[in-house]
């Protein structure tokens, strides 16, 4: 807690450097900027960086017991490695739950704010306008937009073919359509064409309502959108949008592998921080905590580098998640045989 309060305090400040001329500009309320914004600010990068400052935490409280010899005595009087790291996974295995909890239902109602916020008085995260869109509405039913302005909730060159299998049945082309609310949707300057056998009825009109089982979320797609989901939102949003064939779902994987990557990030780094912290060498702590904060940081660096490799497509977002736990598993466990015994 000690660690999370020092560098968040210090996170914020560094902010409000950087965003005092967005700020003096857009004019927002003193309310909005603690409220909306740093309120949400706060929790979101505490749980970001929480395995760093658990890993702060283990080093300094297991490098003060190690240059007081105290580890040295536990030994000696027969407590062996295994047992005192105890306490520590347990603390860990609680912090994890936190996290997840934190991540998976507590963050992403908290994320919808913050990003409203700088949406409206930074900077414009969300997407609104999106061209050449094509996907599923339901199963044998495919919709095709040629361009859609979110701010107007209005799309051009419009069609929506249904398919008897692999037969194309009925063919509607407007050149406008808007959104209303829900599924609700108004078509304007439309023309029906209905295929029997060789036949072809076509039908024609200027303005028609209809229900389809779509809204803009589901193609207007944003980076910042899979932070304001839940975790069983998330999982929902990605399997209905991988069946109706929409792509560029892998920021959204990559935030769904990422929360349960981050309940092992505890575990390792604890292991990490206690098995080379607990070995009292000559110089005191300052060198342990130089070494932790090199793993740390590289662990948390390499976590994002290994992102871009899902967002660029080279490799599936569950592996690309997933490699840097295996290595500093391998790592966790190479310091862990060497701590003292």
Known sequence: ???????????????????????????????????????????????????????????????????????????????????????????????????????????????IKRINFESRYIKNSKTDYATNIQFEVEPGIVAHFGSFNNSTQKGRDFSLDKFDGKKLVSRLTAKYITWDSLYHWTINDYMIRNFIGMRENITRGQQIDTVLTMVPSDFMISISDAEQL????????????????????????????????????????????????????????????????????????????????AVSGGVSPFVAIWIPNVLYIGIAAYLYTKAPR
């Open 1 to 111: 807690m000690f660690t999370i309060a020092l560098i968040i305090s210090i996170a914020v400040m560094i902010d409000v450097n950087g965003r005092i001329d967005n700020f003096m500009k857009t004019s927002p309320s003193l309310h909005a900027i603690i409220f909306d914004y740093y309120m949400n600010f706060i929790p979101y990068f505490a749980n970001l960086f929480s395995p760093l400052f658990v890993f702060i935490a283990v080093i300094f409280f297991t490098s003060q017991l190690a240059d007081n010899s105290e580890i040295i005595a536990m030994m000696a009087s027969g407590l062996n490695f295994d047992r005192l790291i105890r306490p520590y996974l347990i603390s860990a295995a609680i912090i994890a739950i936190c996290t997840f909890l934190l991540n998976s239902y507590v963050i992403p109602p908290a994320n």
């Open 230 to 309: 839940t975790t069983p939102q998330l999982k929902k949003y990605i399997d209905r949008q991988k069946k109706r064939g929409i792509g560029n779902m892998q920021p959204f994987e990559i935030e769904y592998h990422k929360r349960y990557a981050m309940i092992f990030a505890a575990f390792i780094l604890t292991i990490i921080g206690a098995s080379l912290s607990a070995r009292k060498i000559k110089g005191g702590m300052g060198f342990n905590i130089g070494i932790g904060l090199a793993l740390s940081f590289s662990y948390i660096l390499f976590m994002q580098v290994s992102s871009s490799f």
